[in-house]
Every structure is written in structure tokens, then in C-alpha cells.
């Protein structure tokens, strides 16, 4: 029989997602940077991730973080430049970790050339219609050209002072002011984006995580959205401003300059909610893995969880596809809070792990989330997010699960840096859950993380794609996987159960009269 060709890497990897502002600042600025990574990087190898997600380094203004890109084939200083980038790249090949780097293709940076080209050049021009800028509504214009609303709060146009001074035409900004959104009609666009990718690509990056992958296409005319009132930070499948068919034809010219390089994954942040719909996007010429958010907006209740699992094979399985799972990132809250804070939402965590890890597919897991971070009460003066100032100071935005990660020491800065003063504070309390005193505890939660990754890497157990469900007792969810024979327990209830038979591989917490007690999870071969 002819040997099966070897699955690509990424079908069952576990990603680790760096937000290089708060992982290691190697020259004592109080920022993140990319040699600070290179420093760290043995602590992954550590922990058994196979790659790592690199949110935004590439030149930028920084008014949403990196997310406003005003050169994408550069390296920004505050990150050390390209020849850090390089270096990297190389430390980490060299350790076996593959490398992905966040893409922005939806908009720009206001300081980006093409954008300073298009307020210089004036209405009408070939500058202009690279963005989308279009005369308002009302006596003089006075009004935006259609009521949609920014994905930050307040309206997603901005009127700009033409060359002669005067007030004039509006531009499309999705999210921040400082980030106008880029016209995909224009050829220009795409040839430039895929400059962008065989740049990154020719230089050993294994990937891309590609930032808003369902928005990009803007249906013709931009019509009013039927509800102006839009949630911050959140829209549904019928929204105009995202998920529009012809979106799928940008992917298709993704895939192709892709295929140039077949050991490349991308991985796109897919807002869609509909499974046929979110399936659309992972088709076999389209993206090679989506991002299924359900878990992250699942409370710890057994009901919901079986739904989001479910849910999620059900939308991979449309197209054969490889699952994602993951519980937190940049965006969302940490884990460790959203399950009730403290010792209950830190044992509700490690179980909501367990049955992570124990579903077939990759995996993200966001740095702290080894740590047992929760997220950070921080005082208004210090807050950054442009949601922030944009919602009024009614929303406080994500720097709650920005905060720089601890790994020394008894005070902080906790070794993130020699600075004291952190981009964001860190919390005086974190002085037990440092990297250093959780290596030295084989009791730690970065030691059940470990644990749990190399019993996943290592077991038979864990093989196949599928997974079936089994009877369970209320409040419990039971699945095995198909072909390797896994069996994954989850105690969402109030009591301890009984586990079913088998051998007893690994659990959360420590079993109770050989039961296992609730909020925890244990895995059987």
C-alpha cells in the first residue's frame, strides 16, 4: 500500500498567540518587542507549542496597536525593526516553531502613502478610489454618505478638509478614524496585498493570521444597514458592512499566490455566525483554517458547550475542513474571568482546556492563558483601546487582557522588562503566578498546560477527526474520539460523578472518593 501523504502541520497544531506588546521588551522601553520573543522563546519549546501567532509588528502609526498598518513589508522600530524580525524567524526555525504573522487587508493606516496620496490628490482622483471616499448627504454635504456606524462606536465616516480648504467628501473607516478602509474593486489593491504575502514568504514566515477576513468587499453602493443600531464591537450575518459574497473571490486570489508555497497556512478572523455561511470561507481554494469564536462566547454550562462544539465540527464538516478552537485572544476577556474569577474560574478554565485539547483539529492559546491570568481591573488614565474614547467612555475596550506577562520576581515589572513603567500597569498581585514560580511548581497551571499539550502530542488516543457523544449525567458532557478511543469528561454540574471506565491519563483537579468533582475535566484512554 502507498504510504498516506504526511498531514499538512497545521491540521493538529497548537498555536501559541503572542501580543508582542506584553510578552518581553528586551531594551527596557516598557514595550513588547520582537528580540524580547527570540529571548522567551524556549519557554514555548517548554511548553510544547508547534507555532506561534504573531499579532501586528509592521510599521504603524499604533492608534489601534499595529492594526493600522501605514507600511506592510516593514518592521516597525518599536518592535526592532526588520534585521529582529529576521532574527526571530531564524531562533525560532531553528527551535522547530513555525512562525505566523498578522495581515491587515481591510484598510490602512491614515498615514499610509497611499491614503496621504488620496487627501492631496482630491475628489475624482485615481489616489481616491483605492479608499472610498464619497461626497455626504444633505445641504453642503453635511451629512455621511450612509448611517453606518464603526465597528468602535460613533460613525464609520470621517469628512476630510480638501486641498483648497474647504470641507468636502467623507471617507469609509470601519473601525478607528485612522484606518480607512480600502477599496477591493481596485486591481491595485490585491496586487499590492500580494506583494505583501510573497514578501513575508520569501523571508521564512510560515503563514498569516489575515485580520478581519470576512469584511474586505463592500456591497455596490453602500446602502443604509437596515439596523443603524449596532452593539460595539460585535454585528451580525446580515450586516452590509461584512461577510458579502464577492469577499469569497479575494480569498480565491489569496489561495492562488498560497499555493506558491504549500507548507504556508492562513487562518482568517471570521465573524459569521450562519455554518454554511462561515464554511464558505475554509472551501478547499479559499482559506485553509477559520476561526470558530463559538467557545469564547460560551459561558461554563454544559448545554452551551455541547452546542458550541457541535456547532463548530457541524460548520468544518461542510467543507472538510479543519476545526479551530480557542478560549481567548486579544480581543475577548481571559478565560479565567469570563468563568467567575478566582479559584472557580481558574478550575472552570483548566477544565474548558482539557476539552480543547481533546477535540480533534489546531488549537490557540493566548499567552498568559498558561498563567492562569485573569484579566486586569485597570484605572481609566491608563486605558488605550480606541474603543475606549470612541464609545464615549461607556465602553472600556480589551486592555483588560493586554496586560504585559509576568515572569520574575516578586514585584513588577516582573522581569517582562527593566522598566518599570509597563505600557499597561501590571498587577502587584501576579507576583504568585510569575513563569519562574509556576516552573518550579508541579502543581502550577503552567504545569498542567505542559502536561496536558504533551499527552496530546504524544498519545494514540488522541488520533482521528471525529468525535462522538456519550450518555452523560446533567451538567456533563462525555465524547470520544473516533479512531484514537479518547475519552473526554467534563463536570460543567455541582456534584462529582463518576467516571466511566477506562484508564485515567489526566483530570483538572484531584478526584474525590474516585469521582470527579465539578468544574473540572479528566481524560481517559
Known sequence: ????????????????????????????????????????????????ADAIWVNPVTVSPMADHGYDVADPRDIDPLFGGMAAFERLIAAAHARDIKVTMDVVPNHTSSQ????????????????????????????????????WESVFGGPAWTRVIEP???PGQWYLHLFDTEQPDLNWDNPEIFDDFEKTLRFWLERGVDGFRIDVAHGMAKPAGLPDAPDAAVEILRHSDEDPRFNRPHVHAIHRDIRTVMNDYPDAVTVGEVWVHDNAQWAEYVRPDELHLGFNFRLTRTDFDATEIHAAVQNSLEAAALENATPTWTLSNHDVGREVTRYGGGDVGLARAKAMVMLMLALPGAVFIYNGSELGLPDVDLPDEVLQDPTWERSGHTERGRDKCRVPMPWSGDAPPFGFSTNPDTWLPMPATWAALTVEKQRADTGSTLAFFREVIRLRRARAEFD?????????????????????????????????????????????????????????????G
Open 1 to 48: 500500500m502507498a504510504d498516506q501523504p504526511a498531514r499538512p502541520w497545521w491540521q493538529s497544531a497548537v498555536f501559541y498567540q503572542v501580543y508582542p506588546r506584553s510578552f518581553a521588551d528586551s531594551n527596557g522601553d516598557g514595550v513588547g518587542d520582537l528580540d524580547g520573543l527570540a529571548d522567551r522563546l524556549d519557554h514555548l519549546v517548554w511548553l510544547g
Open 112 to 147: 499610509h502613502p497611499w491614503f496621504q496620496a488620496a487627501l492631496a490628490a482630491g475628489p475624482g482622483t485615481d489616489s481616491r478610489d483605492r479608499y472610498f471616499f464619497r461626497d455626504g448627504r444633505g445641504p453642503d454635504g453635511l451629512l455621511p454618505p450612509n448611517n
Open 164 to 166: 483648497d480648504g474647504n
Open 464 to 524: 482521528g477527526t471525529e468525535i462522538d457523544w456519550l450518555s452523560s449525567p446533567t451538567g456533563v458532557l462525555i465524547f470520544r474520539r473516533r479512531g484514537g478511543g479518547l475519552v473526554c469528561v467534563l463536570n460543567a454540574g455541582e456534584q462529582p460523578v463518576a467516571l466511566p471506565p477506562g484508564e485515567l491519563l489526566l483530570s483538572s483537579a484531584p478526584l474525590v472518593g474516585g469521582r470527579l468533582p465539578a468544574d473540572s475535566a479528566a481524560w481517559l
